[in-house]
């Protein structure tokens, strides 16, 4: 997390701060060629073969409702974005 912060924060005093006062379409242009050279960072350093992390959600089967059966995985997916819907729909159409 800190390597990121500090590669963000390189990324401001090379690539950005010297664009404060360019035309508009300059800092798109550095951001489009600032995602193609930290895409090709990435590949270079890990390389573009699959990388397997561990489970993180259990696993195993929750419930089956109509021969549908529902995973671990998938009823925290469908929590969490009833959740998030909620929210916007909150914060859109509830506006003070």
């Given at each position: ?7 963000n ?7 950005y701060?010297p664009l ?14 600032m ?18 992390v561990?489970?993180?959600?259990p ?5 089956s409702?109509?021969g ?23 914060s ?5």
């Open positions: 997390m800190v390597g990121c912060g500090l590669l924060v390189t990324v401001e005093l090379i690539a701060r404060r006062k360019a035309p508009r379409l300059a800092p798109l242009i550095t951001a489009i060629g995602s193609f050279i930290l895409s090709n960072v990435g590949l270079v350093w890990h390389g573009s073969d699959y990388t397997l561990p489970e993180v959600l696993q195993g089967r929750v419930f409702v109509v549908v059966t529902y995973a671990w995985d998938k009823l925290i997916v469908l929590l969490l974005d009833l959740a998030v819907a909620d929210d916007v729909e909150g859109v159409f509830h506006r003070r």
